[in-house]
């Protein structure tokens, strides 16, 4: 071979060794650059949603987003008065995160065909009915004189806890004989027309703290536990995010779950602290020592594994709330808590 092919064989080779060292450091750059600057989330009122409170207080999704070599994002948080409008607002684009109860995640899964899932439980938590009416022993002691405050009537987790009671109290069939007694309404609105003793809202059922702060008042007595409904600890609130930007952000995806990891930690080691990050987001006038009360109840605890959502999913398709049962809890969540002890 003469010098002059042996050298133009040498350019070509080292042409394409050039383009194929550019084509790799694309490829590699490609996925970091393609994930989103900006994530929007949404929580909702009360200590259910403290896990979220930590996270926004304490920057913890830009802190492990930075650790993934994901740079500086921004976040930001809205609050939502109820899973109807969490859904709405997931759907619509206006937030990448929502969230809500496990029913509405049960619904929004079973509209979407599974494109919107759980990124993981919040917590675990009972939910009181508390009344004023000293005439309600129990469920069965409501008439038309009565009205339930909850977040969303028919599909929030409160509305399905009351269908599960009234199943079991009036029949399977009679499930929704209580729903005409229902009324949406914000927790802390609804805390305070039924306080008010000028309102027809003479029941509501609710979550932490408004269930505790309830009960201050003398007048007022739980006739309904949820985990009692439930047979055991469940679920009350999981973070959702659909699938779509699961797989087109992983990394940013990852770094919010371990934010979320690193919020659930905080709260049980750091009760006194947790409290007062939630005073300061709340904007209210508790003591700390009564919200530091209520963390130290042995019913509420905080934990990223889902607990008896599929005993939501079973009784919301069985009264064809939703068309669409999952063949296991698993089905609900994305793959980052499959190994975790669910049910």
Avoid: C
Avoid at 46 to 57: A, D, Q
Avoid at 86 to 96: H, K, T, Y
Avoid at 109 to 122: E, I, P, Q, R
Avoid at 229 to 250: E, I, M, R, W
């Amino acid at each position: 071979m003469d010098k002059r092919k042996e050298r133009a064989i040498r350019r070509r080779v080292s042409a394409l060794l050039f383009l194929g060292i550019a084509l790799a450091a694309v490829l590699v750059a490609v996925p970091a650059r393609a994930e989103v600057k900006e994530v929007r989330l949404a929580k909702q009122y009360g200590l259910g949603y403290l896990p979220l409170i930590v996270m926004e207080e304490q920057r913890l999704i830009e802190k492990h987003a930075k650790a993934a070599g994901l740079g500086d994002i921004a976040v930001s948080w809205a609050t939502l008065g109820g899973g109807s409008a969490a859904n709405d607002a997931l759907l619509s684009g206006s937030v990448e995160y929502v969230s809500s109860g496990v029913a509405p995640l049960v619904v929004i899964w079973a509209k979407t065909g599974g494109a919107v899932k759980g990124v993981s439980a919040l917590d675990s938590t009972p939910l009181y009915l508390n009344t004023v009416n000293p005439a309600v022993k129990s469920i069965e002691d409501f008439t038309d004189r009565d009205k339930i405050a909850l977040p969303t009537v028919k599909i929030s987790i409160q509305a399905i806890v009351l269908q599960m009671a009234a199943a079991k109290a009036f029949g399977r069939e009679n499930y929704a004989k209580l729903d005409r007694l229902t009324v949406s309404m914000k927790h802390p609105d609804a805390m305070a027309a039924l306080l008010s003793g000028r309102s027809e809202i003479t029941a509501h059922l609710t979550s932490p703290p408004f269930m505790f702060q309830e009960l201050e008042d003398k007048r007022v007595r739980t006739v309904l536990n949820s985990n009692d409904v439930l047979g055991g600890p469940h679920t009350f609130n999981v973070l959702t995010t659909s699938k779509a930007f699961y797989d087109k952000n992983p990394k940013t995806y990852a770094a919010v779950f371990s934010a979320l990891e690193e919020a659930v930690s905080f709260i049980p080691k750091n009760k006194r602290a947790a409290a007062e990050i939630y005073l300061k987001s709340a904007g209210t006038k508790e003591n700390v020592n009564d919200i530091l009360a209520q963390l130290n109840h042995p019913l509420l605890g905080y934990t990223t594994t889902p607990l008896n959502v599929g005993k939501f999913a079973e009784f919301m398709y069985r009264t064809g709330t939703v068309k669409t049962k999952p063949g296991e809890w698993k089905e609900l969540f994305f793959p980052n808590v499959h190994g975790k002890q669910g049910s």
